[in-house]
Nanobody
Framework: QVQLVESGGGLVQAGGSLRPSCAAS????????MGWFRQAPGKEREFVAS????????SYADSVKGRFTISRDNAKNTVYLQMDRLKPEDTAVYYC????????????????????WGQGTQVTVSS
């Protein structure tokens, strides 16, 4: 079973950048499809980005496409979310998620596909 710990959130002005990371432990990291989701106050949790086991496939929500980049370092058991040109509407708690898919190269964009979740990291973008 894998444990996920996010870090790297914070407060930034609109137009700025942040790079949250998610460190995994307790599992074989390169078996896991990884995803980032976010939840703003009063809203449901929504998909942000996902990445395949090898990093060769990625997917993004339309709202972040062209501004956010998901990546992973399997040697460090870590997944990253580079967030550029941030907007106030990006303010949310950001969660990373994982699911063991063995040797498959699939990626997933829905919550129910993921089995493991981190505790979240707050990102606040001021206008």
């Amino acid at each position: 079973q894998v444990q996920l710990v996010e870090s790297g959130g914070g407060l930034v002005q609109a137009g700025g950048s942040l790079r949250p990371s998610c460190a995994a432990s307790g599992g074989t990291f390169d078996r896991y499809v990884m995803g980032w989701f976010r939840q703003a106050p009063g809203k449901e949790r929504e998909f942000v980005a996902s990445i395949s086991r090898s990093g060769g496939k990625t997917s993004y929500a339309d709202s972040v496409k062209g501004r956010f980049t998901i990546s992973r370092d399997n040697a460090k058991n870590t997944v990253y979310l580079q967030m550029d040109r941030l907007k106030p509407e990006d303010t949310a708690v950001y969660y990373c998620a994982a699911v063991d898919r063995g040797r498959s190269l699939v990626i997933f964009t829905t919550e129910r596909r993921y089995d493991y979740w981190g505790q979240g990291t707050q990102v606040t973008v001021s206008s």
